[in-house]
């Protein structure tokens, strides 16, 4: 009898865990062939076509790569891609052009900032779900390709998300959150 309850459990257990995964949905294809298209060549003259690599991978979040890619241009003095996350990706960011300050905020109770500046060809990894940014010191303006491990990463902008909900959370929450004067959260607030 203790083997029948021990082979009842374990069947349990087995379902229970099937029923506990989480992923990003299989693609429907193995690939796709309009990548294959001679209009989507990434290489014009012998060099990288960085504009037609972009286009190329932007068509891989409809046709279902798991991958997602961006271009991302910061506008010189000061350009910023401001504190945000992934919660479904990780983030690889390539420069390709200026230079970069970029971090992130490793997790609680840590709460660690790991940044650098980056150049021309650097490469810099955001690890899923954490906060993290990119802002551009430079005098010239900065171009950066970020690829994300996911189809459908999300994107999660700390300061819109906290300051610009709808509807608003309460003054007295974000106060004592952020050891802000009431007046001050609510400056925040209306900002966005």
Same mark, same amino acid.
């Given at each position: 009898? @203790?083997g029948f309850?021990?082979? $009842?459990?374990?069947?349990?257990?087995?379902?229970? +865990?099937?029923?506990?995964?989480?992923?990003?949905? =299989?693609?429907? $294809?193995?690939?796709?062939?309009?990548?294959?298209?001679?209009?989507?060549?990434?290489?014009?003259? %012998? !060099?990288?076509?960085?504009?037609?690599?972009?286009?190329?991978?932007?068509? =891989?979040? @409809?046709? *279902?790569?798991?991958?997602?890619?961006?271009?991302? @241009?910061?506008?010189?003095?000061? %350009?910023?891609?401001?504190?945000?996350?992934?919660?479904?990706?990780?983030?690889?960011?390539?420069?390709?052009?200026? *230079?970069?300050?970029?971090?992130? /905020? *490793?997790?609680?109770?840590?709460?660690?900032?790991?940044? !650098?500046?980056?150049?021309?060809?650097?490469?810099?990894?955001?690890?899923?779900?954490?906060?993290?940014?990119?802002?551009?010191? %430079?005098?010239?303006?900065?171009?950066?390709?970020a690829a994300?491990?996911?189809?459908?990463? %999300?994107?999660? *902008?700390?300061?819109?998300?906290?300051?610009?909900?709808?509807?608003?959370?309460?003054?007295? /929450?974000?106060?004592?959150?952020? !050891?802000? @004067? !009431?007046?001050?959260?609510? =400056?925040?607030? +209306?900002?966005?």
């Open positions: 009898m @203790d309850h021990f082979l $009842q459990a374990l069947f349990i257990l087995a379902l229970a +865990s099937s029923l506990a995964y989480a992923s990003d949905p =299989s693609p429907l $294809q193995d690939f796709c062939e309009a990548i294959n298209d001679p209009n989507d060549a990434v290489f014009v003259n %012998g !060099k990288l076509d960085h504009l037609s690599l972009l286009s190329m991978l932007r068509k =891989s979040q @409809d046709l *279902t790569l798991g991958i997602s890619l961006a271009r991302i @241009d910061y506008a010189a003095n000061g %350009g910023l891609n401001p504190p945000h996350t992934h919660p479904r990706a990780t983030e690889i960011l390539v420069v390709l052009e200026g *230079t970069l300050y970029v971090g992130f /905020v *490793t997790s609680n109770p840590d709460n660690r900032l790991i940044a !650098k500046v980056l150049n021309k060809g650097d490469v810099f990894v955001f690890p899923v779900g954490l906060v993290h940014f990119q802002f551009n010191p %430079g005098k010239s303006k900065a171009v950066a390709i994300l491990s996911s189809q459908d990463p %999300g994107v999660i *902008t700390i300061a819109n998300a906290v300051f610009g909900s709808d509807p608003s959370i309460n003054p007295d /929450v974000l106060s004592k959150a952020f !050891k802000l @004067d !009431k007046s001050m959260v609510k =400056s925040l607030q +209306s900002k966005f």
